[in-house]
């Protein structure tokens, strides 16, 4: 039988808020796995554009979009319509580090409320150490 909890860690990128701001999401060192997955969930989502972008870094420090070709699934622009939503975006790049970016346009009075994680799976070394 395959095990899924010990192959596997989720890390929070973007925590869960009302954002009416742009919100950059904090760097996720992928050392030790060999595959990773964003996923953002939508809450309430009331009113502006929340447009989300993978980014990724060699050192936590310098940071680049992630080119399209090194995704799995297309960020999307989430709007009032995407209440109780979940996104998912694969990450094929080599770098170590990654993170979720949402840029906030149109002026919202109230925003949308979500969150992103980033799961970490393939380890090379298992079972996956927890805090």
Known sequence: ?????NNVKCVPTITNAA????ATGTG???AGYMSAMVVVHTGTMTDGTHTLTIEESDDNSTWGTVAAGNLQ???PAL?????????EIGYLGGKRYIRAKSTVSGSPS???????????GDPRTAPVVRP
């Open 110 to 120: 109230t925003g949308g409320v979500y969150d992103a994680l980033v799961l970490l």
């Open 73 to 75: 699934g297309t960020p």
């Open 79 to 87: 709007g009032s319509s995407d209440d109780d939503k979940i996104v």
């Open 19 to 22: 954002r009416t701001t742009t």
């Open 1 to 5: 039988m395959k095990d899924l909890f």
């Open 28 to 30: 996720v060192d992928r």
